[in-house]
């Protein structure tokens, strides 16, 4: 019982943010018979280095590879100029003579998710990496990078004595070194002392991708910047012109891709619609220029993004938790609406629509009066006739005519003599001119304006019609999303959803079946436009009136990017931008982004000057 004080001690010292120190040692007795590999002489460079690059707020996360005791480097990290906050320290004991060097690469990786967890509880980490083994420094890149270990704010520091050879092919082969704030502390053993350099890799300068040596540290000098960079430099400010890939397919009104010839006969392929022109401003605000990479479909273009080939997919996505499980997001610069499109339900030729022209008040109205009319008239006959002793009318000949006279036939050659027959037979005339005309009218009106039977124009009105509803395979994430919904419309239409054929041979679909399509509104808006109308600009399809899922939008880029920062302010600068240019031509507000684009094209706006006022 006497622990369990103890535990709870320890959490609040941790939430306090005091000194915590945690050492994991997998391997007490390998620890206390191997020689340290880290002179006490060296303890002084990784003092300066982390002065210099740490802050006194900040955690640190020291990872050993089982050779350089931990004891040795806590005596660099306690020191008064670079003390942290807090000190995690985890060792890994290296794999013994017959032992699979897996059991190695698994235990880095769990203390590679520990030491994420460390990260993601602090609000500044460090971490310091001490191994002179390249293989470990290796395994530790892939670990670090598929757990997720770091992001550009995490600053990491790489303490080694590789030969120069070494650290030139290890800096620019993976993610972690090359691409994150990864500085390299590479310890130089002389006759005397211990010497060290510090090395980064810059993958965009004017000399292109290179390893820079920016430091150097001796006993007597200390730490000396070689060069006008810093020791956590920031690599994405500017490109320096490069040429960086993204993955992207025509997908308009977002992204159009037209081919050019220039005056000297070559061809060259220029990109507009609104995240063609927003790409093209964060371009030139980074500067660098961008390639599309050679793909079939945007299934492979976010998977380029995933393994890293591809720097970003510039093109509107829907932000999903599906999706972010896979990559992260850029700043949220649109509104995204999800819509729906189905063929408009259609009139079938049948007999009803002689009917529909008058009321059914007005239709029994006209039959009591075509069954009584008839019967009055043949009494004010018949008296007539027996006043007058002459012939008398059948019952049948005055339906006959009465019938005829309410189609609009001809009057009867023998008219009725009495004036109250005639009277009678003048009335009913107005009658049936009055209805006939009506009628005619409205025939006229039905045909020329059918009246279509009422069509699904909500969520919940198009799961209980179609029988199938179809997206495209880059829409995979939806389904899982519709499924995992706590609303039951949105179950039943995960339920119904097929992923599988393209927009446009879904719509081709949907005319042929009872079926419908999900899609962004704008783009799915654009297709019928360009596909199925008509000359007349009439359409076999439509688009529903209520989004089926209004979110926001973004472009897929790789998880913990360093560069997100960069093109996420420029992106923000171009929003800035042409909502200044919006509200001084006073456009309305529910439409700033739409039209600002245009704004920002032509006038030719430049964000390094937009930033520099």
């Not at 880290?38 to 707020?57: H, K, N, R, W, Y």
């Not at 037979?425 to 045909?447: C, E």
Request: contains cysteine; proline residues 6%; neutral net charge.
């Amino acid at each position: 019982m006497a622990g369990l004080p103890r535990l709870r001690g320890q959490r609040k010292i941790m939430r306090a943010s005091v000194v915590l120190v945690v050492i994991l040692l997998l391997d007490v007795i390998a620890k206390s018979i191997l020689p340290t590999r880290m002179e006490p002489s060296a303890i002084g460079a990784l003092d300066a280095v982390l002065g210099a690059t740490s802050l006194p707020s900040c955690s640190l996360i020291l990872l050993a590879d089982g050779i350089t005791s931990p004891s040795t480097i806590l005596k660099a990290v306690s020191s008064e100029g670079s003390s942290p906050r807090g000190v995690t320290v985890m060792e890994v004991t290296a794999a013994e003579d017959g032992q699979d060097g897996n059991v190695t690469l698994a235990m880095l990786s769990h203390l590679v998710d520990l030491a994420r967890q460390v990260r993601l509880s602090s609000w500044c980490v460090r971490v310091v990496v001490v191994s002179h083994d390249p293989a470990f420094l290796v395994a530790f890149a892939e670990s670090s990078l598929k757990g997720r270990l770091l992001v550009w704010a995490t600053r990491l520091l790489v303490v080694t004595s590789l030969t120069l050879p070494q650290l030139y092919a290890l800096l620019p082969a993976h993610w972690t070194f090359s691409m994150m704030n990864t500085i390299f502390l590479n310890l130089e053993k002389t006759p005397s002392n211990v010497r060290a350099s510090v090395y980064i890799y810059l993958p965009y300068s004017q000399a292109g991708a290179q390893v820079v040596r920016i430091a150097s540290w001796s006993p007597d000098r200390g730490l000396q910047l070689l060069t006008e960079l810093q020791l956590s430099a920031e690599k994405y400010d500017d490109f320096q012109g490069a040429t960086i890939p993204v993955t992207a397919l025509p997908y308009p009104p977002y992204w159009v891709e037209e081919e050019h010839q220039t005056a000297n006969g070559t061809t060259v392929r220029i990109y507009s619609g609104t995240d063609g022109e927003l790409l093209n401003s964060v371009a030139r605000a980074l500067n660098f220029t961008f390639i599309t990479l050679q793909i079939a479909s945007w299934v492979e273009a976010v998977d380029k993004v995933v393994e890293r080939e591809s720097f970003m997919a510039p093109v509107y996505h829907t932000v999903l938790p599906q999706r972010l499980e896979r990559f992260d997001m850029t700043y949220t610069y649109e509104y995204s609406f999800l819509a729906f499109g189905m063929k408009k339900p259609g009139l079938k030729p049948r007999w009803q629509s002689l009917y529909y022209p008058l009321a059914n008040q007005v239709w029994a109205a006209v039959l009591a009066l075509l069954l009584v009319t008839p019967i009055i008239v043949l009494m004010v006959i018949r008296l007539g006739e027996r006043r007058d002793a002459g012939s008398r009318t059948g019952a049948g000949d005055v339906v006959q005519h009465m019938t005829g006279m309410l189609v609009g036939q001809n009057l009867p050659r023998r008219l009725p003599t009495t004036s109250s027959s005639r009277l009678l037979v003048g009335a009913w005339l107005v009658f049936a001119f009055i209805i006939g005309t009506v009628y005619r009218g409205n025939l006229t009106a039905h045909l020329t304006l059918p009246k279509y039977p009422p069509r699904p124009e909500t969520v919940e009105e198009l799961v209980e019609v179609v029988d199938r509803v179809t997206r495209p395979p880059y829409g995979a994430a939806y389904k899982d999303f519709f499924l995992g919904s706590e609303n039951e419309v949105f179950q039943k239409l995960g339920e119904l959803l097929f992923i599988g054929p393209k927009v446009l041979e879904g719509l081709q679909q949907a005319l042929k079946h009872n079926q419908a399509v999900i899609e962004g509104r704008r783009y799915l808006e654009q297709i019928i436009a360009e596909n199925f109308s008509q000359p007349d600009g009439s359409t076999e399809l439509y688009v529903g009136r209520q989004h089926i899922l209004p979110g926001l939008a973004a472009w897929p880029i790789p998880h913990d990017s360093p560069y997100r920062p960069q093109i996420d302010l420029s992106i923000m600068a171009v929003i800035e931008v042409c909502c200044r240019f919006a509200q001084e031509r006073r456009v309305a507000k529910v439409k700033v982004f739409d039209h600002c684009q245009e704004f920002c094209v032509n006038e030719h706006t430049s964000l390094r000057h937009v930033t520099a006022e």
